[in-house]
Every structure is written in C-alpha cells, then in structure tokens.
C-alpha cells in the first residue's frame, strides 16, 4: 500500500528543509583530539600531562636568508614573537629572543634571553650568530645547525578545534606581514599546520567532491534513461537522504573530519544505485505493457523487498564501523546506516506516490543509454552458463594463487605522508626537519612521590641517564630537560668552567641554585612542586609504525635503569602510535560483525544455508581483491582504507541480492535453473551493472583528492564494486549451476511470493 501523495509530499519536503538550521551547525573539526578515544588511558594521561606542562602540539615558523641574523631582521622577529603573544589564541612564543640563557656573573649566574632585545644593535649579524651557535640550547630548537635559519615556535592557548587552529595559523601569516618577514618566511610546519592544511584539503573536497559526485550519478542517469524526471527525482532524493544525515551529526554532537566528509558522496552514490534500481524496473514494466500505476505497482513488487534487503545490509555493513574505538570512524557507521535507511524510504516509500502523480513520459530504454549493456551481459551470461566449472575452478586458483600478498599489507599510518610529495605542508615539514629538528614529539613523564622528590641527586640522575641514551638514538633528534637546565646554573656558578658542566651531586647546591634561578623556561620541564618532570624529544619518524617501535624501545629502557622515580610516556607521538593499534582492533571487529550480521540477513532473506552460503561467498570475494591489490601495490591499511573492508560488502552485497532474488523470482515461476539465471542475468543483471558503472564512477571522483587516504579509499572502493560485479555476474552464476548439476535437492532459496 503506498502513501496518500500529499503525505508523501509533505514527509519529502520535510526531509528536504528542516534539517537546513542545523547543518549550518556542523561543526568542522580534524584536529588529533577528535579522534582518540576520550576514555583511553593513554588520552587521560596526556590530559593530566598538559595540566602542568604546555601543549606540544605548535606552530613552527622558519625564517632564513643570508642576512638573518642582522640586527634589523633579529628586532624584526622580536617584534613578531611580542605581537603574536598578544593573541588570545597563544600561550607562549619561543624564539632566540624570548628564550632563556643562563649566564656567568661575578656572585654566581644571571638568567637572561638568548638575544636580549635590548643589546640587539650592540652587535653585528656575524656576533650574533656565533653567539646563538654557541648556545647550548638554540641549535636544533630555534636555530639551524648551520646557522642558515632562525626559528619562532608559537604554542598555543588549549584550541577546540581545527578552525581555531585555522584562525591561528591566519593570525601568524598577518603578523608576518606586517612585521616585513614575508620574504624570509621559509616554511610553516608543526602539528597545528597540518591539521589547518587538513582542514583545508577537507573543505576543499567536501566543496568539489559533493557536487560531483552528485552530478557524475545524476548525468548517468540521465544518459542511461534519457529522462530529466530521473535527474530531477534523483537530486531530490540526494537531498532528502544526505541533510538528514549531516543533520543527525550535529545532533549526535560528532564533528565533520576527513573521515566523516566521506558521508555525503557515500549517500549520493547508494542513493543513486537504489534509484537505478528502481527506474530499472519501471522500464522493464513498460515494456511488458503495464502504464502508469500499474507499471509503478509490478516495479515496486519486483525491487522493494531485495532493495529493503540490500539497505539492511549495506546498513550492517556501516554500523560494524561503530565497533571501531576511532570515533570519526564509529561516528560515520551511525550516520551512513542512518542514511542508506533513509534512503530505502525515500526511494521506495515517498519517491512512488510523486512518480505516479507526475511520470507521463516514455520508458522504452535508448540503445545508447542503459540498454546498450545488452550485448555485453548475453555474452557474460553465455559464458557463465556455458562454463560454469571453469569459471569456479580458474577463480579458486587464482584467489589461491594471490591471497599470500594479503600478507604483504602493511598496518601503517603517517600524517606526513597523507599529502604528494610537492604539497607545501610536505615541503614545509622536510625544511624545518633539515634545519632544525623532527616534528614529532614524544615525553618522558619522571614522577617522584614526595614534594621536592626531583631534587633529589639519584633521581636527577636516572632522567639524566635516559635523555643521554635516548640522544643517542637515531630517531631522537633533540632531546630537553630540567636536567640541561641544572647542569647549566652549575656551569654558570663556576664561571663557565666546562668541567662543572654536570649534574650537581648535592641536594641542597640543587635547591639553591633553583631557588636563585629567575627564569620561565625551567618550569615547562618541572612542574613548581618538583614532583613531576618531562623529558622533551623530538622524533625525525613519523610513520605509527616507527614511533611504536621508538617507544617500546624507550620503555625497555626505562624499565631496566629507572628505579628511584615513576615514569610514563606521553605526547603526540604515544597518541599516534596507539591510535594505529586501535585501528586495527576496530577493523578486526568490523569484518567478524559484518561477516555474521550479513550471514544472518542471508539466512533470513532465502531461508536456505546453501543459498546464504553461495551469496557470502559472492560476496567475501571481493574483499580479498581489495586485499590482495592492497598487498601487491604496497597500499598501506590505514585510517581510511580501514573503512574499505565494511563500506565495499555492504554495497556489494546490494547486486548480489537483486541478482540472486531474480534468480529466485523466477525460479518460483517454474523456470529451470539455468533458465532462471539467464532471465535473472538479463533483467536485474542490466541494473547492477549500471549502478556499479554509477558507484565506481563517483567513487572515482574521490580518488582525484590530494589527501592520500581519502583518494585510496576511493579508488580500492571502486575496485571492489568492480570485482563484485564480476562475481555476481560470472562466478555466482557458475556456483549456482554447478550445485544444481550435482545435488539437484539441495535446496538453493526460496522467497514468498
């Protein structure tokens, strides 16, 4: 029974407008924090870190030329590092000017900058950059080793979101210009300008891949009916199913990320496959003679219930991604299922009613259009009957053959890796890792049981003993701690004799010289209790991989030489890493659950085991091509092709159920098997070919981003359709006919009339 059409008007409308108030509230955020799990122990740790110490995630800007160290551009940068701490978006700015010295003077030590901005003209370039290459701090962290670049490092206030990273990064570039350093700026790097760059590549998509996605499946339609009703109720039905979806984000309170941006051009092309579907059939009831509502009534009769079947399963597919612990990831599981839902009901349940109140034209299929597929799916459907055992023999073996490269998938993550090698952010990182130091960072957190327990001599020494170990890796390229800083007064206080440049052995020489230090820059290594201290080191790896395996290296170490003291380890670096091992929990869960939530689904839809059987194995198939060309071409399994696995059975499963209930249809008609097959192949075959053309072609479209995993997930998504139609097409058939042969009882499904 189909709606009254002012009803299914109204519902349409609604679905269409109101979500508009809020989607204008989705809320734009890609920064790191949107994606660790809130409760994981590792993100608790950090949180209760950055309550003591600054936030390591910063903005770096390089700033090079022959003639940087002269006296006009020094005053130039410190008249930046002042103008930029003025924002209410900056905790602190860190350059040769605004960082300490420690100094010998006549009764002990002195604590003043790097470059005191006061003695900036007392001095020419070349003094000055021999002094700022003397200092034992600067190089490395403010200054290049070579002497050919000056560093600012902005850290900021604790940001919500990527757009206040953006404003950030906006807020840096103005004060650049208007400080006259635009053309000494060399690069712009850190943590904060990748999330802005992003940011950047995700609007920039969403902004190009939404509308052509859209206008790639609704110019296919079009070319494949010749009909602008089709193109006017397909862009309608994208409406109705993408703003409720968004909309429901906002009300879940989950943010638009790279991840979720893949939502909308999702919803388009499964919108657009289910309306192929149904625009199919109504052209398959003309055909036989059947007009207007009774054209309508045999449509709706032959493709609502494996359409119901095919979003239930796509919706099984989506929602194992809510088992993953990557928010973004579970947050697009809710949202797509939501949407392929909805979808079945504004294609099967609103769309009718309107078709029947304005759909007077003419079905007949154009020879160029759709019904060109004609010729193509006789000789397939030839083939797979004809064949049959060849066909399930050839697939075995070459499945058996190439499954090993599974094995070859390397489980890997790199934000620096997600951008082309050209892309500024890319660019800009290398600079600042060839001038300075690596961008990643990971801490060392010492803490002592008592108040003043880090003043301790053998507990100063158990850090001191692990930063000098750890300087001496090959991932570690700068390393800083209080421990640099007490050698330092110590040093200073025997007049910079470099014999005294040690830790002091005496607790109360210790707590002498950190009563008489009068500096800032201590207490970003220390907290004032003396309870609780960081060693910061900066790691040239960026891969999860290589920081997981820097990690396990520092714990070795720290748990054979530190006794005295507690330790962890914190920072983006143990964030990263641990994410990776979340990603791959989740992709585990999500193919168990999808597995057995679409076996069920199976079950239920032929009620027969054998007939579930032969579906599934349809339908895992292609799952292991995505595998398998992911081994082979080095593919990593990443943030983004994690979702491949969930995403690619969910909509390959929708031809084989159209497929294998025309197969049934037809069957329960009284046709043979093989008879069955070829009307089923010739019929439904023409709509699963034509909305796998449809889905590989906007998925495709993803596959131009410059973001690497999302251009990935595109492009291996459009693999597997294609893969499923093959299987659909030639090796399901063949399985088919090749049980009927042997075991002419076994019962292959059934569905009620």
């Keep these: 029974m189909t709606l009254p059409r002012w009803l299914a008007a109204t519902l349409f409308a609604l679905l269409l407008l109101a979500p508009g108030p809020l989607v204008l509230n989705l809320t734009f955020d890609n920064a790191p924090e949107s994606y660790f799990p809130k409760e994981a122990p590792a993100v608790l740790f950090d949180a209760s870190v950055r309550e003591e110490f600054p936030e390591e995630q910063v903005l770096v800007g390089l700033f090079g030329g022959e003639e940087i160290y002269e006296p006009e551009n020094l005053s130039a940068l410190h008249e930046l590092i002042q103008h930029l701490e003025e924002n209410r978006q900056v905790e602190r700015v860190l350059g040769v000017t605004s960082f300490d010295q420690i100094r010998a003077v006549d009764d002990g030590f002195t604590v003043e900058k790097i470059v005191p901005p006061g003695a900036i003209p007392e001095r020419s370039g070349s003094q000055w950059q021999e002094h700022v290459r003397a200092d034992r701090f600067a190089p490395g962290l403010l200054a290049a080793r070579d002497s050919s670049a000056l560093a600012i490092i902005v850290r900021p206030t604790e940001l919500e979101d990527s757009l206040q990273r953006l404003e950030l990064e906006r807020a840096f570039r103005e004060a650049v210009a208007e400080a006259g350093l635009d053309e000494r700026l060399q690069a712009v790097a850190g943590h904060v300008a990748l999330d802005v760059w992003q940011l950047r590549s995700m609007l920039r998509d969403s902004a190009v891949f939404i509308p052509a996605t859209t206008a790639v499946g609704l110019g296919l339609l079009f070319w494949m009916f010749r009909r602008w009703l089709v193109v006017v109720a397909g862009g309608a039905a994208i409406g109705a199913v993408v703003s409720p979806a968004l909309a429901l984000m906002v009300l879940l309170g989950h943010p638009y990320t790279l991840v979720t941006s893949i939502l909308p051009p999702l919803l388009a092309a499964l919108t657009v496959a289910m309306l192929m579907h149904l625009f199919n059939a109504l052209s398959h009831a003309h055909r036989r003679g059947y007009t207007e509502e009774s054209a309508l009534a045999y449509s709706l009769e032959r493709v609502s219930r494996p359409a119901l079947f095919t979003a239930l399963t796509t919706a099984a597919g989506l929602l194992s991604l809510t088992l993953s612990p990557i928010r973004p990831i579970e947050s697009l599981g809710y949202t797509a299922a939501f949407g392929v839902l909805l979808a079945y009901c504004v294609v099967m349940v609103l769309l009718p009613p309107l078709l029947a109140r304005f759909d007077r034209g003419n079905w007949s299929l154009p020879r160029r259009g759709i019904g060109g597929l004609d010729a193509i799916l006789k000789a397939a459907r030839g083939f797979a009957l004809r064949r049959a055992g060849w066909i399930v023999a050839v697939s075995a073996l070459a499945i058996a053959a190439t499954a090993p490269l599974i094995t070859k998938i390397e489980v890997e993550s790199d934000l620096y890796e997600f951008f082309p090698a050209g892309h500024p952010i890319t660019q800009d990182t290398r600079k600042v890792e060839d001038a300075l130091s690596g961008v990643m960072v990971v801490e060392a957190v010492f803490d002592a049981e008592a108040i003043d327990g880090l003043q301790d001599p053998a507990a100063l020494q158990e850090i001191r003993d692990f930063q000098r170990w750890a300087e001496q890796r090959e991932e570690v390229d700068y390393a800083l701690s209080m421990v640099d800083m007490l050698e330092e007064m110590h040093w200073a206080f025997h007049d910079e004799d470099p014999e005294f440049r040690t830790l002091p052995g005496r607790q109360d020489l210790i707590a002498q010289y950190l009563f008489v230090y009068d500096g800032r820059d201590l207490y970003d290594l220390v907290n004032r209790d003396f309870t609780r201290a960081i060693v910061l080191m900066n790691l040239n790896v960026t891969g999860a991989r290589e920081i997981g395996q820097t990690l396990e290296a520092f714990r070795g170490e720290l748990d054979s030489s530190v006794e005295v003291l507690d330790w962890e380890l914190s920072g983006m670096g143990?964030?990263?890493?641990?994410?990776?091992?979340?990603?791959?929990?989740?992709?585990?869960?999500?193919?168990?659950?999808?597995?057995?939530?679409?076996?069920?689904?199976?079950?239920?839809?032929?009620?027969?085991?054998?007939?579930?059987?032969?579906?599934?194995?349809?339908?895992?198939?292609?799952?292991?091509?995505?595998?398998?060309?992911?081994?082979?071409?080095?593919?990593?399994?990443?943030?983004?092709?994690?979702?491949?696995?969930?995403?690619?059975?969910?909509?390959?499963?929708?031809d084989t159920i159209h497929t294998y209930h025309g197969f049934l249809f037809y069957r329960r008609r009284g046709s043979s098997v093989v008879a069955a097959l070829a009307r089923a192949l010739q019929h439904t075959g023409r709509a699963v070919t034509a909305t796998t053309i449809v889905l590989c072609a906007q998925f495709l479209v993803l596959a131009a981003s410059d973001f690497q995993p999302t251009a990935a997930f595109g492009l291996l998504t459009a693999i597997g359709l294609v893969a499923a139609l093959l299987f659909d097409l030639l090796l399901m058939p063949a399985i088919v006919t090749v049980l009927a042969k042997r075991f002419p009882r076994l019962s292959l499904g059934r569905v009620s009339a």
Excluded at 597 to 604: A, F, G, H, N
Excluded at 616 to 641: H, K, R
């Design 574 to 654: 143990r964030l990263f890493a641990e994410q990776e091992e979340l990603l791959i929990e989740g992709q585990l869960r999500s193919l168990i659950a999808v597995a057995v939530m679409i076996s069920v689904l199976m079950l239920v839809l032929w009620r027969s085991a054998a007939a579930a059987s032969v579906t599934m194995l349809t339908n895992l198939s292609p799952l292991l091509v995505i595998f398998i060309v992911m081994g082979a071409f080095g593919v990593w399994l990443d943030m983004a092709t994690a979702m491949v696995a969930s995403v690619a059975i969910g909509i390959a499963v929708d």
